[in-house]
């Protein structure tokens, strides 16, 4: 699997497209946000005849329009002036701006113990652990959109890492409440299988009874099919998860999916058989990215295609408020718009994916769409899942704003919603 990355992104911009400048803003843009993209995703996925108008090349690629425009010129001006370190401080106070950890990851998520070193861990469900291993904070290739790019930049304090099992399991047997594990990064199946069952082992030992359900989030499936297809590493890989189904474990696999054409090569078609017979259940999810996804028959004909590859449609997600989300971002109200009329043509096992869903500070949000309340418009909101279980699942309104992409624009609709947007 060959990958680039950095300034090799331009070359190859420069040598499938023969346009100078768009290889010029892939190379000023990528001083600021990760990309990397592997030869699966430029030989099989991108229509280069359709250039930066290919919905795979935008997920990918570089536009100078993630970047205002006075921060472009200012990186574009510093590296013809060839100067590193001018280049470096320009990047970091960009970066600063950028929120690289929306929704209080790191403030409100990571466990408050003095037993042991909880970095790499956030527990921000009552029910639900996530764990970010080490060797994992790394993907196949990068998603332009990814509100986990602060993982993959070279600035250590901004990253997320567990070095192994033990602080997991520990805290696991101090938390019985927890029934759910999710292994993100990053993506945990970059890891070689060795790697993976370290953190996997501890479920079948039976140390950690109260969790039942193991989830794998992964854009392997779409970037990397291979993983699950050739040799040792995949063979060991899909009978490590077929293990955890025969000891009685939900395994699910959380697989990232944001265009139809992903499914369509014979590899993929090929690892999801493969998946399947493992018993581990196939989950789909994404954010609605504009230049990507941003239209109801893109989302329509995924999830359809999903079904009958028996992949469950899970979540339609909201762009988070971090990156170059004003680049990938739609308004609230057009995000259901898309939806609404996305699951519109399907039938109900295609409607088993909820969105718009915010996965915001305070929990899951989805929007319900817009409602005339006292004549007057607003959003009708609900929480999937919070930090506060008590508001999980009961209807509240925010006043309309045809403009908003993002939970923290939005203002209660009355004094009886106030406290759905308290902290």
């Known amino acids: 699997m060959g990958t680039v990355s950095g300034t090799g992104l331009s070359t190859l911009v420069l040598d499938r497209t023969g346009d100078r400048r768009l290889a010029e803003d892939v190379r000023v843009v990528a001083q600021v946000l990760p990309f990397k993209v592997n030869s699966y995703v430029t030989e099989e996925l991108i229509d280069w005849s359709r250039g930066s108008d ?26 013809e002036n060839g100067s590193r370190d001018e280049v470096a401080g320009i990047v970091g106070t960009i970066r600063e701006r950028l929120n690289p950890h929306p929704s209080d990851q790191l403030t409100r ?3 408050q113990t003095t037993d042991f070193d909880p970095w790499g861990l956030q527990h921000k469900y009552r029910e639900t652990l996530l764990i970010f291993p080490r060797h994992g904070q790394t993907c196949h290739s990068y998603c332009g959109y990814c509100f986990r790019w602060a993982q993959f930049v070279q600035q250590p304090e901004l990253r997320q890492e ?24 990053g993506d945990p199946l970059v890891m070689r299988t060795a790697l993976l069952e370290r953190y996997l082992r501890p479920f ?6 109260h969790v039942t359900t193991i989830r794998l989030g992964t854009k392997a499936l779409s970037f990397w099919p291979y993983r ?10 899909l009978e490590l998860l077929a293990r955890l189904v025969r000891d009685g474990r939900h395994v699910a696999l959380m697989l990232h999916v944001s265009h139809p054409r992903e499914l369509e090569t014979d590899a ?19 954010p609605l990215v504009r230049h990507v ?17 028996g992949i469950v449609p899970y979540y339609l997600f909201v762009e988070r408020d971090t990156g170059a989300s004003r680049y990938f971002g739609v308004p609230l109200v057009r995000g259901w718009q898309i939806y609404r009329d996305a699951i519109a043509g399907l039938s ?45 699942g009961r209807p509240f309104f925010a006043a309309f704003d045809p403009h908003v992409q993002w939970w923290d624009e939005l203002k209660p609709y009355g004094p009886s919603d106030r406290p759905f947007f308290a902290e």
Do not use: C
């Open 54 to 79: 290919d919905p795979i090349f935008r997920l990918v690629f570089p536009h100078r329009d993630m970047l205002p425009r006075d921060d472009f010129e200012s990186i574009r001006q510093a590296l």
């Open 109 to 111: 998520n990571i466990p």
């Open 162 to 185: 567990t070095s192994g099992a033990a602080a997991m399991t520990r805290y696991l047997q101090d938390h019985p409440e927890i029934t759910d594990v999710l292994l993100t990064g």
């Open 204 to 209: 079948l030992d039976g140390v950690l009874p």
């Open 228 to 237: 699950f297809l050739d040799g040792p590493e995949a063979d060991t890989l």
């Open 268 to 286: 993929a078609r090929q690892a999801i058989r493969r998946l399947y017979d493992t018993g581990a259940v196939l989950r789909s999810q994404a």
């Open 293 to 309: 996804n941003d239209d109801a028959s893109t989302w329509s004909r995924m999830w359809s295609a999903q079904v009958r590859l």
């Open 348 to 392: 109900g096992l295609g409607r088993t994916a909820r969105g718009p869903v915010m996965s915001a500070a305070p929990g899951k949000v989805v929007v319900d769409g817009p409602v005339e309340l006292d004549r007057r418009p607003a959003f009708a909101l609900r929480f999937l899942q919070a930090r506060r279980p008590e508001l999980v």
